[in-house]
C-alpha cells in the first residue's frame, strides 16, 4: 500500500488518540506522521512504538502534507489555511455542517459521531420498507467536548465528595451526578447543533415526508453514546427481517441475550468498531420496532477517516 504524509491537529485528544490507535491496527503506512497543535506547549504523541514531537500550526509548513485531519473545534481559520496551501483537510469535529470534497484544497467535514450512530442504525432497517417516522433520544457522553469535559466531570465529581466549589466553564449547569436536557445554545425552533447535524443526516437517508425527531442528553459518563430509537414503517414489517438486517449490518452487533446480560451498557461498545444493539421491542401493530444501543464516540469517527486514508493512499 503506498504511504502518505499524515498531519493531525489534536492528536492528543480522545478523538485524535483513537484515530492513531486505528491506523496502528490497520495495514495503512505513513510516509510521515506530524502531530500538531494550538499550543506552544509541545510535547510527544506515541505512534506504532516511537515518539514523535508536536508541531504548533503557527510554524508549520503545510507544504509537507498530503492530509490533515483536524479535531480541535473552532479552529476553521487553519483549516482554511491549509486547503489554501493545497492539503486535503478532513475535519472530525461535528461543529461544521458535513460536506465537501475530498480532494486537495479542500474541506471536508465528516458527521459527528452520534449522527453517525444513528444512521448505522437506521440504514439496514430503511432497507425493509418505507421508514414513516424515527425518534431518537442520545444520551450523550462528556468526551463529546474532548479533554475539556471529561476534566469537568472528574474535577466536579472529586469536588462534590470533597465539599467544596465545583467549576462549570463546560457546561451551563453542573454534570456530575446530573442529567443535561441538551448542549449549546439552541436555534429559533429548539434544537441544537448536534441535533441538527443528526437530523440532517437521517434527512438524507430516508423519504422527504418521513417525521424524524432527535433529542441529546448529556450525561455523566466519560465515554461512549447511548441512544434510544424507535422506527415506524408505512407498513408491516416482521419481526423476523428487523433482526436478521441488523445482524447482518456490517457496522451493528445484536447481542441476543437472555436476561438482564442482554442489555448492552456503553462500556460494552468502548473501544469496539460497531454499534452495539439490544432491547428491541415491536410494536402490536407490526409496524414499529423500538432498540437501545451504545456505540463508542470516538472509534466510529476514527474508522471513518482510515477509510478515507485508505482511498487517498491508494491513489498515490
Known amino acids: 500500500m503506498a504511504h502518505l504524509s499524515l498531519g493531525v491537529l489534536g492528536a492528543t485528544s480522545s478523538l485524535g488518540q483513537a484515530l492513531l490507535d486505528v491506523i496502528t491496527d490497520s495495514p495503512l503506512r505513513l510516509a510521515a506522521l506530524f502531530p500538531l497543535t494550538m499550543s506552544d506547549d509541545e510535547g510527544l504523541v506515541e505512534f506504532r512504538g516511537e515518539d514523535h514531537p ?53 474541506v471536508l467535514s465528516l458527521p459527528d459521531p452520534f449522527a453517525q450512530q444513528l444512521a448505522t442504525l437506521v440504514a439496514p432497517l430503511a432497507e425493509l420498507g418505507e421508514v414513516a417516522q424515527v ?44 442529567v443535561l436536557g441538551g448542549f449549546g445554545v439552541p436555534d429559533e425552533g429548539g434544537a441544537t447543533v448536534e441535533e441538527n447535524a443528526a437530523l440532517a443526516l437521517l434527512k438524507k437517508q430516508l423519504p422527504g415526508d418521513c417525521a424524524i425527531d432527535v433529542t441529546c442528553l448529556r450525561t455523566p459518563h466519560f465515554f461512549g453514546h447511548g441512544a434510544s430509537v424507535t422506527v415506524r414503517f408505512a407498513a408491516p414489517v416482521e419481526q423476523d427481517a428487523v433482526v436478521a438486517a441488523l445482524k447482518a449490518s456490517e457496522r451493528v452487533f445484536l447481542l441476543q441475550v437472555a436476561g438482564e446480560a442482554g442489555i448492552v451498557a456503553s462500556q460494552d461498545a468502548v473501544g469496539g468498531d460497531k454499534v452495539w444493539v439490544s432491547r428491541l421491542r415491536f410494536a402490536a401493530d407490526g409496524r414499529g420496532v423500538t432498540l437501545w444501543s451504545v456505540a463508542d464516540n470516538t472509534r466510529l469517527p476514527a474508522l471513518a477517516v482510515l477509510q478515507l486514508l485508505t482511498l487517498i493512499a491508494a491513489k498515490e
Open 54 to 106: 508536536e508541531f504548533n500550526v503557527e510554524d508549520f509548513e503545510w507544504s509537507q502534507l498530503r492530509v490533515l485531519v483536524n479535531t480541535v473545534p473552532d479552529v476553521n481559520a487553519v483549516l482554511d489555511e491549509a486547503a489554501t496551501a493545497g492539503v486535503i483537510v478532513i475535519d472530525l469535529t461535528g461543529a461544521n455542517p458535513p460536506g465537501g470534497k475530498l480532494a486537495k484544497g479542500q
Open 135 to 178: 425518534t431518537a433520544t442520545g444520551l450523550l457522553s462528556v468526551s463529546t467536548e474532548g479533554q475539556a469535559g471529561i476534566d469537568a466531570l472528574s474535577g466536579q465529581t472529586r469536588s462534590l465528595f470533597a465539599q467544596t466549589e465545583h467549576e462549570t466553564e463546560v457546561y451551563p449547569k453542573r454534570i456530575a451526578y446530573n
